[in-house]
């Protein structure tokens, strides 16, 4: 199983895009939310995969963290959800934003994504309401080590938005917090900011 890439940015597409790595260029479909937080062409970059296998055909998909792939991966469990339109789902929200939405049994949001009528909304709440738990708000107290994966996701899209490498980004995200203190993205962001600094 292929777990992870990581590799050279050759060529990015609407909804791919193909990493060398070991002498090998992989295809993996992404979402348009993904296309946007990856540095530029020829720049190293990480994606978690997931192998979709049919009889006729091997897809790769790609996340930028673990979270992601891990609801796309349950999103598949629903009856008239394949990986196209989960990744559809994944162009409008990042993990930690539907899991809120999942949660709250928010189906006018889920319906406002391309392909997702009221029926399978309701479906997407009804079954994996209790799969992806109760999500908190972006105000939590926080440690060094366990930042909400949809906070980290925006303050590591903002740093790749302003030129630092995926590893970079990486790095200094989940250590900018002190213990204990409530943290916005924002303030994520420039604390991550200052550390990078320091390098």
């Not at 348009?32 to 720049?43: D, H, Q, R, V, Y």
């Not at 079954?127 to 949809?150: F, Q, R, T, W």
Request: charged share 25%; glycine share 8%; no cysteine.
């Amino acid at each position: 199983m292929i777990d992870l890439i990581q590799g050279e940015i050759i060529t990015k597409g609407m909804n791919y895009v193909v990493l060398q790595a070991g002498g090998i260029g992989y295809r993996l479909y992404v979402s348009s939310l993904t296309i946007l937080a990856l540095p530029p062409i020829k720049e190293e970059a990480t994606l978690y995969t997931y192998l979709h296998i049919r009889e006729d055909e091997l897809s790769l998909y790609g996340f930028l963290d673990i979270e992601d792939k891990e609801l796309f991966v349950t999103l598949l469990s629903v009856s008239g959800i394949g990986p196209k339109l989960a990744l559809t789902v994944f162009s409008r929200y990042r993990a930690g934003e539907l899991k809120k939405i999942i949660s709250v049994g928010d189906t006018a949001s889920l319906i406002n994504i391309s392909g997702i009528g009221k029926k399978t909304a309701e479906r997407m709440v009804l079954e994996l309401k209790d799969k992806v738990g109760k999500i908190g708000s972006d105000e939590l107290p926080l440690s060094n080590d366990n930042a909400p994966s949809d906070i980290r996701g925006q303050a590591i899209s903002a740093l790749l938005a302003l030129g630092y490498s995926l590893s970079e980004s990486q790095k200094a995200v989940p250590h900018a917090l002190p213990a204990g203190k409530a943290v916005a993205v924002e303030e994520l962001i420039r604390s991550a900011l200052k550390t990078m600094a320091k390098y």
